[in-house]
C-alpha cells in the first residue's frame, strides 16, 4: 500500500494553474486524452482497462498538491509522472493476482458477455465525475439549538415561582441558590450551544478543505494544533479553515486513526451517525458512507461518544457501534477486527455476502473483482488477510464462499468452484 503526502494548508497561489475546480476540469478535459494513452502504453493491451482509474488518481493527487505546482508545465510534468508511477503499482498489483490466478481456464461466451456487462466501459465525463467524488464529502447542516436554550429558561422561571408558594423562612436562600445554579446551568448550555453551532458551521463551510485516499492508499495528515490522522483507503477529512482552539474539530467519511495533541478545548471528529470527543489521546473510526453504523475504537486515554443526547464514555481497548434509531451498543470482536484491523495491517471480514465484499477488495487492494454468475454475490465470506498480501485476500474468499479466481478475458472474475471447467 503507499503512502499519499499531505498537501500543504491553504489556498494555492493565484499563479497556480489549479486556482480552482474549474481550472481543474479545464485542464482534465485538456490532458485527459493525452494521459489515456499513457497509461494504456504503460498498462498494456491486456491491463488497458485499468487506464481510466490511473488518470483519475492523478487528477486527484494534482489537486492536493496544487499549492506546489506554479505553472502549466509543472502541472502536466505532475501528471505525467504520476500516471507512469500509478500504472508501475497497477500493474504490480495485477499482475500478482494474475499469477496467483494461473492455470485457469478461459471462461464460457456467457459467462464473458456478463462479465463485459458488469464492468462499465469509461468515458471522459464518467471519469471527471468519479474525480469530483473523490474530491467532495457529505456536508453538514448547522443544528439550531435556540429553542433548546429558549426551554431551559423557561424551566428555570416555572421552578423559581414554585418555589416562591412555600412558607418556610430557609426558602428565599433555597430560592437563592436554586436559581444560581440554574443560571449556572442555563450559561454553560448556552456556550455549549454556541461551541457545536460555531463547529457545524465551520465544518459546513464552503471554504473547508478536503484531504483524499483513493482505493489500497493511506495517507497522514498533520493538523495545526500537533495531532496527526491516518487516513484509511477511500477516505475524506474535511478540515475547516477556521481549526485551531475555538474550532478543533474535522469530518471523517471512510475510516481514520487519530492520535490528539494535548491542547486547549476538545478535539471533535464528526461523522453521519456521531460525534467523538476527545482530549490528549488515540482512537479510530470507521464510518464509510455504505456501513451501516460508525464504529469507534480508542486505543489509549478515553473518549466521549455523542449519539443525539445519548452520551457514551469509551476506555482503551472497547469499541463502540453507533447506528441510526439506535442506542449505542459494545462492538463484538468480529466487528471491532473488521472496523480497527487496516491500522495494524489486516483485513477482516466475518459472514458478509460477496456483493458487499467485492467493492472492499478494491478499496483496501485495488482489485477490481466481478462475479461471473449472479448467485454467487449472495455467498457469505469469512476471511482474515495481510494487507501486504491480495493473494491471501483472495484465497479467503475462494475457501468462504466456494468460488474459485480467474479471468475472462483481462476481467478478473470469480467464478463457483462447482461449475464446469
Same mark, same amino acid.
Not at 495545526?224 to 477556521?242: F, H, M, N, Q, Y
Given at each position: 500500500?503507499?503512502?499519499?503526502?499531505?498537501?500543504?494548508?491553504?489556498?494555492?497561489?493565484?499563479?497556480?494553474?489549479?486556482?480552482?475546480?474549474?481550472?481543474?476540469?479545464?485542464?482534465?478535459?485538456?490532458?485527459?486524452?493525452?494521459?489515456?494513452?499513457?497509461?494504456?502504453?504503460? /498498462?498494456?493491451?491486456? @491491463? *488497458?482497462? +485499468?487506464?481510466?482509474? $490511473?488518470?483519475? %488518481? =492523478?487528477? #486527484?493527487?494534482?489537486?492536493? !498538491?496544487?499549492?506546489?505546482?506554479?505553472?502549466?508545465?509543472?502541472?502536466?510534468?505532475?501528471?505525467?509522472?504520476?500516471?507512469?508511477?500509478?500504472?508501475?503499482?497497477?500493474?504490480?498489483?495485477?499482475?500478482?493476482?494474475?499469477?496467483?490466478?494461473?492455470?485457469?481456464?478461459?471462461?464460457?461466451?456467457?459467462?464473458?458477455?456478463?462479465?463485459?456487462?458488469?464492468?462499465?466501459?469509461?468515458?471522459?465525463?464518467?471519469?471527471?465525475?468519479?474525480?469530483?467524488?473523490?474530491?467532495?464529502?457529505?456536508?453538514?447542516?448547522?443544528?439550531?439549538?435556540?429553542?433548546?436554550?429558549?426551554?431551559?429558561?423557561?424551566?428555570?422561571?416555572?421552578?423559581?415561582?414554585?418555589?416562591?408558594?412555600?412558607?418556610?423562612?430557609?426558602?428565599? /436562600?433555597?430560592?437563592? @441558590? *436554586?436559581? +444560581?445554579?440554574?443560571? $449556572?446551568?442555563? %450559561? =454553560?448550555? #448556552?456556550?455549549?450551544?454556541? !461551541?457545536?453551532?460555531?463547529?457545524?458551521?465551520?465544518?459546513?463551510?464552503?471554504?473547508?478543505?478536503?484531504?483524499?485516499?483513493?482505493?489500497?492508499?493511506?495517507?497522514?495528515?498533520?493538523?495545526?494544533?500537533?495531532?496527526?490522522?491516518?487516513?484509511?483507503?477511500?477516505?475524506?477529512?474535511?478540515?475547516?479553515?477556521?481549526?485551531?482552539?475555538?474550532?478543533?474539530?474535522?469530518?471523517?467519511?471512510?475510516?481514520?486513526?487519530?492520535?490528539?495533541?494535548?491542547?486547549?478545548?476538545?478535539?471533535?471528529?464528526?461523522?453521519?451517525?456521531?460525534?467523538?470527543?476527545?482530549?490528549?489521546?488515540?482512537?479510530?473510526?470507521?464510518?464509510?458512507?455504505?456501513?451501516?453504523?460508525?464504529?469507534?475504537?480508542?486505543?489509549?486515554?478515553?473518549?466521549?461518544?455523542?449519539?443525539?443526547?445519548?452520551?457514551?464514555?469509551?476506555?482503551? %481497548?472497547?469499541?463502540?457501534?453507533?447506528?441510526?434509531?439506535?442506542?449505542?451498543?459494545?462492538?463484538?470482536?468480529?466487528?471491532?477486527?473488521?472496523?480497527?484491523?487496516?491500522?495494524?495491517?489486516?483485513?477482516?471480514?466475518?459472514?458478509?455476502?460477496?456483493?458487499?465484499?467485492?467493492?472492499?477488495?478494491?478499496?483496501?487492494?485495488?482489485?477490481?473483482?466481478?462475479?461471473?454468475?449472479?448467485?454467487?454475490?449472495?455467498?457469505?465470506?469469512?476471511?482474515?488477510?495481510?494487507?501486504?498480501?491480495?493473494?491471501?485476500?483472495?484465497?479467503?474468499?475462494?475457501?468462504?464462499?466456494?468460488?474459485?479466481?480467474?479471468?475472462?478475458?483481462?476481467?478478473?472474475?470469480?467464478?463457483?468452484?462447482?461449475?464446469?471447467?
Amino acid at each position: 500500500m503507499s503512502s499519499v503526502i499531505p498537501p500543504r494548508d491553504g489556498d494555492a497561489t493565484p499563479r497556480s494553474p489549479l486556482a480552482d475546480e474549474e481550472a481543474l476540469r479545464r485542464a482534465f478535459i485538456a490532458e485527459f486524452s493525452a494521459l489515456s494513452k499513457e497509461a494504456r502504453d504503460d /498498462l498494456g493491451a491486456d @491491463a *488497458a482497462v +485499468l487506464g481510466p482509474k $490511473v488518470v483519475e %488518481g =492523478a487528477f #486527484v493527487r494534482a489537486w492536493d !498538491a496544487r499549492a506546489q505546482l506554479r505553472t502549466p508545465a509543472q502541472l502536466h510534468e505532475f501528471l505525467v509522472q504520476d500516471v507512469h508511477h500509478a500504472s508501475a503499482r497497477a500493474l504490480s498489483r495485477r499482475q500478482a493476482a494474475h499469477r496467483f490466478a494461473a492455470g485457469g481456464t478461459t471462461p464460457a461466451h456467457d459467462e464473458a458477455h456478463i462479465v463485459a456487462r458488469a464492468i462499465a466501459e469509461a468515458d471522459l465525463e464518467q471519469s471527471w465525475g468519479r474525480v469530483m467524488h473523490a474530491l467532495h464529502g457529505e456536508a453538514h447542516s448547522p443544528e439550531t439549538l435556540t429553542e433548546a436554550a429558549n426551554a431551559s429558561r423557561h424551566e428555570a422561571a416555572v421552578h423559581i415561582a414554585e418555589a416562591t408558594k412555600e412558607t418556610s423562612l430557609a426558602m428565599p /436562600l433555597a430560592i437563592a @441558590a *436554586a436559581a +444560581l445554579v440554574i443560571a $449556572v446551568g442555563i %450559561g =454553560a448550555y #448556552v456556550d455549549r450551544a454556541g !461551541a457545536d453551532a460555531r463547529i457545524a458551521t465551520a465544518l459546513s463551510a464552503p471554504d473547508v478543505r478536503v484531504h483524499t485516499t483513493l482505493a489500497s492508499q493511506v495517507g497522514v495528515v498533520s493538523l495545526d494544533d500537533g495531532s496527526t490522522v491516518r487516513l484509511a483507503p477511500e477516505s475524506k477529512l474535511a478540515i475547516p479553515t477556521s481549526f485551531g482552539p475555538r474550532v478543533r474539530a474535522v469530518k471523517l467519511d471512510g475510516a481514520a486513526n487519530f492520535a490528539v495533541a494535548k491542547g486547549e478545548g476538545q478535539f471533535q471528529v464528526h461523522t453521519r451517525d456521531a460525534v467523538i470527543v476527545a482530549t490528549g489521546t488515540a482512537f479510530s473510526v470507521r464510518s464509510y458512507p455504505g456501513d451501516g453504523a460508525t464504529v469507534v475504537t480508542v486505543s489509549e486515554g478515553t473518549v466521549e461518544v455523542r449519539h443525539g443526547d445519548v452520551r457514551t464514555p469509551l476506555t482503551a %481497548g472497547h469499541a463502540l457501534v453507533v447506528a441510526p434509531g439506535a442506542p449505542p451498543r459494545p462492538a463484538t470482536s468480529a466487528e471491532q477486527a473488521e472496523a480497527d484491523g487496516w491500522r495494524a495491517g489486516s483485513y477482516s471480514v466475518a459472514g458478509r455476502p460477496l456483493r458487499e465484499v467485492l467493492p472492499e477488495l478494491h478499496r483496501w487492494y485495488g482489485l477490481t473483482i466481478v462475479a461471473a454468475q449472479p448467485a454467487l454475490m449472495n455467498r457469505l465470506v469469512t476471511l482474515r488477510a495481510s494487507l501486504d498480501s491480495s493473494r491471501q485476500a483472495i484465497r479467503g474468499v475462494e475457501q468462504s464462499a466456494g468460488v474459485r479466481f480467474g479471468y475472462a478475458g483481462q476481467n478478473m472474475v470469480f467464478r463457483d468452484t462447482a461449475a464446469a471447467p
